[in-house]
């Protein structure tokens, strides 16, 4: 299984990317899939998550900010994120679980102030 992320880059405070992550391989199609975030001097931690079935799960610092989502046919993840703030700034790992975990390499997201 192969997480290929897209759609990092760097944005003004206040604005909004849209990450984007495609899923290839033998995959279950019971699944979670997800992001997490890594900031500068902070461990990883859960950004949002979506289940096969659609039922999501956000940090509370994300919470009416960012929007997940999924393409089951695609196999496709997406983070829609508005109101965009520096703290927002990291690399953005995307994670497919199943069996097992799957992770992608990250995108960088880079909030200017």
């Known amino acids: 299984v192969q997480l290929v992320e897209s759609g990092g880059g760097l944005v003004q405070a206040g604005g909004s990317l849209r990450l984007s992550c495609a899923a290839s391989?033998?995959?279950?199609?019971?699944?979670?899939m997800g992001w997490h975030r890594q900031s500068p001097g902070k461990q990883r931690e859960l950004v949002a998550t979506?289940?096969?079935?659609?039922?999501?799960n956000y940090a509370d610092s994300v919470k009416g900010r960012f929007t997940v989502s999924r393409d089951n046919a695609k196999n496709t993840v997406y983070l829609q994120m508005n109101s965009l703030k520096p703290e927002d700034t990291g690399v953005y790992y995307c994670?497919?679980?199943?069996?097992?975990?799957?992770w992608g390499k990250g995108t960088l997201v880079t909030v200017s102030s």
């Open positions: 994670r497919l679980t199943t069996s097992w975990d799957y």
């Open positions: 391989g033998s995959i279950s199609s019971i699944n979670v």
């Open positions: 979506i289940t096969n079935g659609g039922s999501t």
